[in-house]
């Protein structure tokens, strides 16, 4: 079983943290990334003039299922359901769409998620 280092150098934390500052690069919370309604006004003002695939820090607001690409901002869930015509089985089988997140890939999710703590 592996062990991890869980220990948080203070000095690399501040570094980051300034570092951030002087890009001016906000880090969004988990629960803004789970309840887009938390994003403030002031970020959602800035995601409309940038491009869902921009390279832009501003992004990482849209690592979520819930993109909208008509608004620039949040709406439900992107998702598609397969009919029973093409699975040929009764049960619904849905699939979760990465395409409208930054870069065109929901991986990015999983690799900020991981570097965030």
């Known amino acids: 079983m592996a062990v ?3 220990t948080v150098h203070e000095d690399v934390l501040a570094k980051t943290v300034k570092l951030a500052q ?3 690069i906000i880090i969004p919370t988990f629960a803004q990334q789970k309840d887009p309604s938390l994003v403030p ?7 409309k ?14 690592i979520t299922w819930h ?3 008509k608004t620039g901002l949040y709406g439900d869930v992107n998702y598609i359901e397969l009919p029973s015509s093409i699975t040929g089985i009764k ?3 849905v699939g979760i ?10 991986k990015v999710g999983a690799a900020f998620g991981c570097l965030v703590p």
């Open 4 to 6: 991890f280092d869980m």
């Open 22 to 24: 002087d890009r001016n």
């Open 67 to 69: 993109n909208d690409v």
């Open 97 to 106: 769409v990465g395409k409208y997140f930054p870069t065109g890939a929901h």
């Open 49 to 62: 003039g940038v491009g869902l695939w921009d390279v832009n820090p501003i992004n990482l607001f849209r």
């Open 41 to 47: 006004d002031k970020v959602k003002a800035r995601l």
């Open 91 to 93: 049960a619904r089988v």
